[in-house]
């Protein structure tokens, strides 16, 4: 008998959508609890009510990095766009598909989401992976290889798109700096983008003059982008 394929190789999440069972937890920073070293962190902003779905970003660091380290880049959005921000940590300094392919990363994220899942209901049309440098790689990687739940990819200074099996249509926001020399633009961001338009997706590709490190206002283009159609808290 043939065996059956374990998707997981593939990049593929087991996360579903699914109705709370668990209390909300209150707005502000909280470690999950969930693992013992490299904890995953969830941003729960003011106002927003546990019962009603509410968009989710998931936010990768780079390589290298932390929680600590990437939070300032969508913290602040989160707070004033009401949208939940989770931030996962690779197992290893950085993600392992970067390092040798799908593995424990995708098995702690598939944890994490399900948490997140069980303490608030989530808007499933706004459900954005999003990271810089190595996250941004691993956004586009997990999230196209995800589309039957990711919705939004945000992709920042990425620096390559490795996708084994193609799911769904995400949209995509892609920002790359022109004077990046650790993932030059014309291999990188442009590369993604030129194989990105003609396979169909809906694209957002931004250039600018920066290197490579995050931009606040092509964050907030990326934010913008994702939650054009959702109003502002408040």
Do not use: C
């Not at 668990?22 to 502000?28: E, H, M, S, V």
């Not at 949209?171 to 396979?199: C, E, M, W, Y």
């Amino acid at each position: 008998m043939r065996a059956m394929l374990n998707l997981s190789l593939l990049g593929r999440l087991a996360f579903t959508h699914a109705a709370p069972t668990k209390p909300a937890l209150a707005p502000g920073r909280h470690d999950l609890g969930l693992f013992e070293t490299r904890d995953a962190v969830l941003v729960v902003p003011e106002g927003i009510d546990p019962a009603r779905p509410t968009p989710l970003v998931t936010l990768f660091h780079g390589g290298g990095g932390s929680a600590e380290k990437i939070l300032p880049m969508m913290h602040a959005h989160a707070q004033a766009r009401g949208f939940l921000l989770l931030v996962p940590q690779s197992l290893l300094p950085t993600w392992d598909i970067v390092i040798a392919g799908n593995g424990p990363d995708l098995e702690r994220l598939d944890t994490a989401l399900a948490e997140v899942a069980a303490r608030f209901a989530l808007d499933p049309t706004h459900f954005a992976f999003a990271g810089h440098s190595d996250g941004g790689s691993y956004s586009l990687s997990t999230g196209l290889s995800n589309g039957r739940i990711v919705s939004h990819i945000l992709a920042f200074s990425a620096g390559f798109m490795t996708v084994l099996a193609q799911e769904g249509a995400p949209k995509v926001f892609i920002a790359h700096g022109q004077n990046d020399t650790q993932t030059p633009i014309s291999t990188a961001g442009r590369s993604h983008a030129a194989k990105l338009r003609p396979a169909g997706y809906e694209l957002t590709y931004v250039e600018h003059p920066g290197p490579h490190a995050w931009q606040p206002e092509m964050v907030r283009l990326g934010v913008d982008t994702f939650l054009k159609d959702v109003a502002r808290a408040g």
